[in-house]
């Protein structure tokens, strides 16, 4: 079935430094999803991307959908302790179209050191 | 809070018992989803719901039994589970179950099988 491959696993950083994480797939995605997970809590979205190319913004945070439909990365920037989590991406196949089918990627564990 | 509350938080049960995970959203969304969240593995669908009729069945055991009396209800029979069973069950909503739209997730119900 189709996978999303998310990179880094983890990081750990610096207060006041920027992130990236990404992900990447080897078939086409129609959406992709960022999500963020604290401990012992329900993913919440962050942003949704819906073409290809498209780059939002969210506060501190950057995403965008790759041009080819196969990536998609997420930057965050000057990190603050709050920003600790676990960050997902997610995206619809194509084959999703009647279901709303989300694929999740393994999810990125930030930790930040104040 | 997310629109999307999930009962009871945590459960712990045996391998004989029968118990029900309950989910309400209040966002007036018709796509009502079950995931389930084992640590070190992505999120994995489990059944989808639109407008109360389920539309997708990803291959769950039949110890696993979804119900959707209504747009906002959802719940999930749980019958002579396994210790594999163990892990985050999540229930998300969408406006509809097509791709190009977004998910809202739940807090979760952590489940340990003893």
């Known amino acids: 079935g189709q996978q999303l491959n998310q990179s880094p696993q983890s990081m750990f950083i610096q207060e006041g430094e920027d992130v990236s994480m990404n992900c990447t797939s080897s078939?086409?995605?129609?959406?992709w999803l960022w999500y963020k997970q604290d401990p012992g809590e329900g993913p919440v979205l962050l942003i949704a991307l819906y073409k290809a190319g498209e780059l939002t913004s969210n506060g501190r945070l950057t995403a965008q959908f790759g041009i080819t439909r196969k990536d998609s990365f997420l930057n965050i920037s000057a990190s603050i302790p709050s920003d600790v989590g676990i960050y997902f991406c997610a995206g619809h196949p194509p084959d999703s179209s009647n279901t709303g089918k989300l694929i999740f990627g393994q999810g990125t564990t930030l930790q930040v050191k104040p | 809070e997310t629109g999307v509350t999930q009962t009871p938080r945590h459960l712990v049960m045996g391998m004989t018992n029968k118990k029900s995970l309950k989910c309400e959203q209040h966002?007036?969304?018709?796509?009502m989803y079950w995931y389930k969240q084992s640590a070190k593995k992505p999120l994995e669908l489990m059944f989808v719901?639109?407008?109360?009729?389920?539309?997708e069945n990803n291959s769950v055991p039949s110890r696993f039994s979804p119900e959707c009396p209504n747009s906002s209800h959802l719940f999930l029979h749980l019958h002579t589970l396994q210790p594999e069973d163990s892990a985050l069950y999540l229930c998300a909503s969408s406006q509809e179950h097509t791709a190009n739209t977004e998910a809202f997730f739940g807090q979760g119900t952590r489940l340990t099988v003893v």
């Open positions: 078939s086409i995605f129609n959406t």
């Open positions: 966002l007036g969304h018709n796509a």
């Open positions: 719901y639109n407008f109360k009729e389920q539309t």
